[in-house]
């Protein structure tokens, strides 16, 4: 596993490199040796944050933590990979048995683009992401935006062959916003 760090008003030391590498080593069963893991350091005020993502075969894993102490912040984002892994391992098991991981995942190729220029309205894009979209599963989406930790994701239902975002509730529950011209 390739692992490649980001550190945002912070300098990282070597102890704390060491430290991330030593968690992630324990996830070598799991992921290929092609896997590629991003780690983002953040320190604001007393704050700082660690976010970790990782990318291997299609598939993307992310967890995010916010703790006075960067090592803490480490810990809790290692322990939510750990549970989204095992939450979804079932899920993921029977994905690959019936050779439909292809299927499972579309990939999010994050590019960050420069802000756009300001409109005359108030409204103002700060960060534009392009996603490659394609046809999946309701369940297949649902699992995807979890393992990305999103409260949202979008896709082609391939049942439909058209766009649906799927989204978590408040109350816990899921839903699934489909276009019609009524």
């Not at 019936?98 to 220029?117: D, F, H, M, N």
């Amino acid at each position: 596993m390739t692992i490649t760090y980001t550190a945002r008003k912070v300098n990282l030391r070597d102890n704390f490199k060491v430290r991330v590498e030593k968690k992630l080593a324990k996830f070598k069963k799991i992921f290929s040796d092609d896997a590629v893991a991003n780690v983002v350091v953040t320190v604001e005020k007393n704050r700082q944050t660690v976010e970790i993502t990782v990318r291997d075969n299609r598939m993307v894993y992310r967890a995010e933590s916010t703790q006075s102490e960067m090592n803490d912040a480490l810990d809790r984002a290692v322990d939510i990979l750990t549970r989204q892994i095992r939450k979804n391992k079932t899920r993921l098991e029977k994905r690959i048995k019936t050779g439909s991981i292809e299927e499972l995942t579309a990939e999010l190729a994050a590019e960050v683009t420069e802000p756009a220029e300001e409109a005359e309205d108030d409204y103002k894009i700060v960060r534009k992401k392009q996603i490659l979209i394609k046809p999946i599963s309701v369940d297949e989406a649902i699992l995807e935006m979890n393992m990305v930790n999103h409260d949202f994701f979008m896709f082609i239902n391939a049942e439909t062959d058209e766009v649906n975002v799927v989204y978590k509730r408040a109350d816990g529950n899921y839903g699934v916003l489909e276009p019609t011209a009524d």
